[in-house]
């Protein structure tokens, strides 16, 4: 059995009805654009410092939707999350029937972008880790 890494492993984990995050925000970018900005950063003689690569910040219930959209066919542990915050002062939000979907915060890409980095659109990122997974038999559907 191939060995996951954290990332991809939290990912499966997601898909099975685990949350890795207790506030359900996550946090991503492809590691393809990853591995990109490190090539395009030793390149260029004028890139110093630190870039911050984040493509997105989003919920899980967003993730779950749009992997519904592209395998509908993918079992889920629930469809359509419904979840109130556990603290009457929480200050992330979930999606309802009504409210719809906010991150809860933004990461500037400018920075990586001035590398040259198109980052990937992230269903191009969520289909091809599933189709990745169920490839290496990993998850099934």
């Known amino acids: 059995m191939p060995?996951?890494?954290?990332?991809?492993?939290?990912?499966?984990?997601?898909?099975?009805?685990?949350?890795?995050?207790?506030?359900?925000v996550y946090?991503?970018?492809?590691?393809?654009?990853?591995?990109?900005?490190?090539?395009?950063?030793?390149?260029?003689?004028?890139?110093?410092?630190?870039?911050?690569?984040?493509?997105?910040?989003?919920?899980?219930f967003e993730i779950l939707d749009i992997l519904n959209q592209i395998f509908p066919s993918l079992p889920f542990r629930q469809r359509g999350l419904?979840?109130?915050?556990?603290?009457?002062t929480s200050s992330y939000c979930?999606?309802?029937?009504?409210?719809p979907a906010r991150p809860p915060y933004q990461v500037s890409i400018e920075r990586a972008k001035s590398l040259g980095i198109n980052f990937t659109p992230l269903e191009v990122s969520l289909k091809d880790t599933v189709?990745?997974?169920?490839?290496k038999n990993l998850l099934s559907f």
Do not use: M, Q, W
């Open 3 to 24: 060995t996951l890494t954290l990332t991809s492993e939290a990912f499966l984990n997601l898909i099975k009805g685990k949350e890795l995050f207790a506030d359900g």
């Open 82 to 88: 419904t979840i109130v915050p556990p603290f009457p």
């Open 131 to 135: 189709e990745c997974l169920k490839e």
């Open 27 to 60: 946090r991503i970018v492809d590691i393809r654009d990853v591995a990109l900005a490190h090539i395009l950063a030793f390149e260029n003689p004028s890139a110093s410092g630190r870039y911050c690569l984040v493509k997105r910040v989003t919920y899980s």
């Open 94 to 99: 979930r999606r309802t029937e009504n409210l």
